[in-house]
């Protein structure tokens, strides 16, 4: 059954084989509590946020349609992204990374249209749309940015992972649910415990919080 997408000339160019990740969003399943985390989580970000990130973020915000107050809903965001430039989908949370670049190279902006949960309002390691949709959206409000963006969209729909690329790609999974769900007692960093690759990127964290 072909999905119903809302309304934005860039989804019409999309091909099929990019169409077939794109889920209903479904607005009216996201219970009141949905909702008042993504109030709770917004209204928290956007505090701090409007005190340490750059001055286009909170603009963006507005740009591309998005309310502390509630959810947004893909309707809503294309009208006014359409007006940008751009447009975005719900998908169903992860998609492949070759497809979620193309999407981008389209100018179509990817949202895992599922929300966190209670226990995970601090931090989730699966996408959701506090995410992808404030975290992501209100900066393709500037153009330059934008722009940036979708030119990386082309070269990264073309790259061709290497099994060093998915080695990396699983240590950051791995290490993002185990932040999640941290064990009782501290595991040693130099023991056995953890993966070559996920030593690796841990290893560059740390270079890279060193030149900062």
Known sequence: MEIKIETN???DRLPPHLKQYIKPQNYEQYTPINQAVWRYVMRKNVDYLAKVAHESYVEGLKKTGISIDEIPSMYGMNRILKEIGWAAVAVDGFIPPNAFMEFQAYKVLVIASDIRQLENIEYTPAPDIIHEGAGHAPIIASPDYAE????FGEVGAKAISSAHDIDMYEA?????ILKE??????????????T?????YLQKIENAEARV
Not at 148 to 151: P, Q
């Open 196 to 200: 070559p690759a996920q030593k690796e």
């Open 181 to 194: 769900s941290p064990p009782p007692s501290p595991l040693p960093k130099g023991g056995g415990v953890f």
């Open 9 to 11: 000339e860039l989804l």
């Open 172 to 176: 950051v999974r791995e290490l993002s």
């Open 148 to 151: 940036y963006l979708r030119r």
